[in-house]
């Protein structure tokens, strides 16, 4: 059964980081295009990093360049999103997700998480 699981949300600062890991399972996440995307409540999932898996190229949306990155640990079939200087915003859920092709539609994406909360509050 593949499956993909994120964990490491709560509750952070802003200005303060979080780590999230989207571990698989079922299938190996580098023959994948991995997608991080995020919610907020009443608005559109939207895509944060999506990145390719033939050559790396990677997307990341204009509001989480330089504070996003995306790391990938093959040997334990885990990607991570690393979320530095976070802005305050309420509650949102993050999702990581998989595709056969490298692409920013959410449409596109075949496995989902379940995704984790992200609250950026003082």
């Known amino acids: 059964q593949l499956q993909l699981v994120e964990s490491g949300g709560g509750l952070v600062q802003p200005g303060g980081s979080l780590r999230l890991s989207c571990a698989a399972s079922?299938?190996?996440?580098?023959?994948?295009?991995i997608g991080w995307f995020r919610q907020a409540p009443g608005k559109e999932r939207e895509g944060v990093i999506c990145i390719s898996s033939s050559d790396g190229t990677t997307y990341y949306a204009d509001s989480v360049k330089g504070r996003f990155t995306f790391t990938r640990d093959n040997a334990r079939n885990t990607a991570y999103l690393q979320m530095d200087s976070l802005k305050p915003g309420g509650t949102t859920v993050y999702y990581c997700a998989s595709s056969w092709v490298f692409t920013v539609l959410t449409s596109e994406y075949d496995y989902w998480g379940q995704g984790t909360q992200v609250t950026v509050s003082s």
């Open positions: 079922g299938f190996s996440l580098d023959d994948y295009a």
